[in-house]
């Protein structure tokens, strides 16, 4: 259970503002927090446990202001709060910190490697996940796990997130008509998961395979004087 020095009257998350109406001056702060949260809607279609928000408040005290996350994931929460969806995210309604979450560093860094970096392991946060598209020299990923309180910079591309079920890393790909490295989920075996876009185009290739070959078996059966069965 998530505990922290609260005020004795808490707020709802409707009651609060539900970002710092703070615009995005990246496409990549949103397409790649899109972009994870779509193959986690494929992944994990059936599960109810988890949430991921995207350019969401994330209140730890109702008298300051949020911290917004380009994105974050939270597990063992209620996927669908309610009809009306989350306005924000509540430490003290949802009783546990994200697991993970997520900044990809605009033109104008908002403190990703310090303020954010220690509000985050404050907050609980497992896994800080920084990427930087700018940077040429350093590392554009970064993963910190929190170890004792502090985080550690985990050196793995992809990393298995045992805690998570899941592993995260970059790679170079196709995805939003844009051939770019983005950041995807992977397997424990460092196999990359398929975004919805290259599942649903898997499958559609698999079915043309499979009417050719009904198309080739049911010529040759002509060509014997068969008529094939139609199914």
């Given at each position: 259970?998530?505990?922290?020095e609260l005020p004795?009257?808490?707020?709802?998350?409707?009651?609060?503002?539900?970002?710092?109406?703070?615009?995005?001056d990246n496409e990549?702060?949103?397409?790649?927090?899109?972009?994870?949260?779509?193959?986690?809607?494929?992944?994990?279609?059936?599960?109810?446990?988890?949430?991921?928000?995207?350019?969401?408040?994330?209140?730890?005290?109702?008298?300051?202001?949020?911290?917004?996350?380009?994105?974050?994931?939270?597990?063992?929460?209620?996927?669908?709060?309610?009809?009306?969806?989350?306005?924000?995210?509540?430490?003290?309604?949802?009783?546990?910190?994200?697991?993970?979450?997520?900044?990809?560093?605009?033109?104008?860094?908002?403190?990703?490697?310090?303020?954010?970096?220690?509000?985050?392991?404050?907050?609980?946060?497992?896994?800080?996940?920084?990427?930087?598209?700018?940077?040429?020299?350093?590392?554009?990923?970064?993963?910190?796990?929190?170890?004792?309180?502090?985080?550690?910079?985990?050196?793995?591309?992809?990393?298995?997130?045992?805690?998570?079920?899941?592993?995260?890393?970059?790679?170079?790909?196709?995805?939003?008509?844009?051939?770019?490295?983005?950041?995807?989920?992977?397997?424990?075996?460092?196999?990359?998961?398929?975004?919805?876009?290259?599942?649903?185009?898997?499958?559609?290739?698999?079915?043309?395979?499979?009417?050719?070959?009904?198309?080739?078996?049911?010529a040759q059966l002509?060509?014997?004087?068969?008529?094939?069965?139609?199914?």
């Amino acid at each position: 259970m998530y505990q922290y020095e609260l005020p004795r009257y808490l707020p709802t998350a409707d009651e609060l503002p539900c970002s710092d109406d703070t615009p995005v001056d990246n496409e990549l702060q949103e397409l790649i927090p899109s972009l994870l949260k779509s193959i986690l809607r494929m992944l994990w279609d059936e599960r109810m446990d988890w949430f991921f928000g995207i350019d969401m408040g994330i209140y730890t005290n109702p008298d300051r202001p949020p911290i917004v996350p380009d994105g974050f994931l939270s597990l063992n929460v209620e996927r669908v709060f309610d009809e009306d969806l989350r306005s924000c995210y509540t430490l003290w309604e949802e009783e546990v910190p994200p697991s993970l979450v997520l900044e990809v560093v605009s033109t104008s860094p908002g403190g990703e490697y310090t303020t954010k970096l220690d509000e985050y392991a404050r907050m609980g946060v497992l896994y800080y996940v920084i990427y930087n598209p700018k940077r040429r020299r350093k590392a554009r990923l970064e993963i910190y796990k929190l170890v004792n309180g502090k985080y550690d910079l985990q050196t793995a591309n992809p990393l298995w997130m045992p805690e998570i079920g899941l592993g995260i890393g970059s790679e170079r790909a196709g995805y939003d008509g844009l051939t770019r490295e983005w950041l995807y989920w992977y397997d424990e075996r460092s196999q990359r998961y398929f975004t919805p876009y290259e599942r649903a185009k898997l499958d559609r290739d698999r079915a043309t395979i499979e009417s050719q070959r009904a198309d080739r078996l049911a010529a040759q059966l002509r060509a014997l004087g068969i008529e094939p069965e139609v199914p």
